[in-house]
């Protein structure tokens, strides 16, 4: 995120209201990108209910916020079209990543497949990685600080964003009218069971879209990470092989 702006980027826009600078456009050569700052140099705060726009898949999206047990969260998964009308609403189901990945690719729900783990944190491509033996995670080694805060090193939500914590989700689910996926769209996160990517030695499939939904956290737990689950009987914190392939919903760092 870029906090503070030299005239020399761009040209500068200055808005007045009642003879009080309020912002200042900058216009960015050589880029259709227009960031507004105040008069620090500073971008605005972000307000719980505003819209925020960045850059998803290489193509620029906004999403609204909501808020929730004083945290203020994205109003769908990242790459669902729209917000949920129901807990199986396909149009907000979103991708499905595998834990500490970026926004590469790999998580479309279609994309293609490789059996060669990867022992950078950037893989480099956006295959989906399957195959591995024990302890059945993307990368070898292992790295457990990739979702790891705002800012993260693979941080697929944009600046200022994160995965929440599992302490953050075990907080929300709490505070659901009935804790399965009725009382998961009821909230206002509209939450939606979007299934999961799962994998065998053999092949690559999605299982269980309408009936489970299931989030991963940023929290790990030796080999394997935290996420949320629930489905029509109920909701609780689990934990999984950093291979699988489920739902992300950013919140305010």
Request: charged residues 20%.
């Amino acid at each position: 995120m870029i906090k503070k702006i030299s005239p020399i980027l761009g040209i500068a826009i200055i808005i007045f209201l009642t003879g009080v600078v309020i912002g200042v456009f900058f216009l960015l050569k050589d880029t259709d990108e227009i960031i507004i700052i105040d008069e620090n140099g500073e971008e605005p705060t972000l307000a719980c209910g505003d819209n925020v726009t960045f850059t998803y898949r290489g193509e620029t999206v906004t999403y609204g916020t909501v808020e929730s047990q004083g945290k203020c969260w994205m109003d769908r998964n990242l790459g669902a079209s729209q917000v949920a009308t129901a807990y199986n609403d396909s149009q907000a189901y979103g991708d499905l990543f595998q834990w500490g990945r970026l926004d590469d690719g790999h998580q479309d729900r279609t994309s293609a497949t490789t059996t060669a783990t990867s022992s950078t944190d950037d893989p480099g491509h956006s295959n989906f990685i399957y195959g591995m033996g024990d302890p059945y995670d993307w990368r070898d080694p292992q790295n457990d600080n990739l979702w790891q805060g705002n800012g993260a090193i693979n941080d697929p939500c944009p600046p200022g964003w994160r995965i929440p914590t599992s302490a953050e989700w075990d907080t929300e689910q709490a505070s659901w009218s009935s804790r399965n996926y009725d009382g998961a769209f009821a909230s206002p996160l509209k939450l939606t069971a979007a299934g999961l990517r799962v994998y065998t030695p053999e092949f690559v499939v999605v299982l269980a879209a309408g009936d489970h939904g299931i989030y991963w956290s940023s929290s790990v737990l030796g080999t394997s990470a935290y996420y949320l689950i629930f489905d029509g009987y109920g909701a609780s914190s689990a934990s999984a092989d950093r291979a699988s392939g489920m739902s992300v919903r950013c919140i305010k760092d």
